[in-house]
């Protein structure tokens, strides 16, 4: 069974930093590339950050690029997100998923919420 737990989200003011976790299990997590996406209220859905399998590769959203580091740990089949200079616009729910995404994978996600 398939299962992706995020974690690591809080309140956080403008400026600060969080790092996310996300543990996964149930599929073969390091051949797969993952990424992590957000959605705030009344907004779609949107990719931040992904990796590849063994974590050469990365990419980011304009929005993110330079704040946010997306980084993988196959050993312990986690992927995690460092968020460094956040901004109000960054609040949202974060989730973690294969990239691109499974739609039986989605988890329950984490919140951040930055105050100004």
């Known amino acids: 069974q398939v299962q992706l737990l995020e974690s690591g989200g809080g309140l956080v003011q403008a400026g600060g930093s969080l790092r996310l976790s996300c543990a996964a299990s149930g599929f073969f997590f390091r051949v797969n590339p993952m990424g992590w996406y957000r959605q705030a209220p009344g907004k779609q859905r949107e990719l931040v950050a992904t990796i590849t399998g063994g974590g050469s590769s990365t990419n980011y959203a304009d929005s993110v690029k330079g704040r946010f580091t997306i980084s993988r740990d196959n050993a312990k089949n986690a992927v995690y997100l460092q968020m460094n200079s956040l901004k109000p616009e960054d609040t949202a729910v974060y989730y973690c998923?294969?990239?691109?995404?499974?739609?039986?994978?989605w988890g329950k996600g984490t919140l951040v919420t930055v105050s100004s």
């Open positions: 998923n294969k990239n691109p995404p499974a739609v039986t994978f």
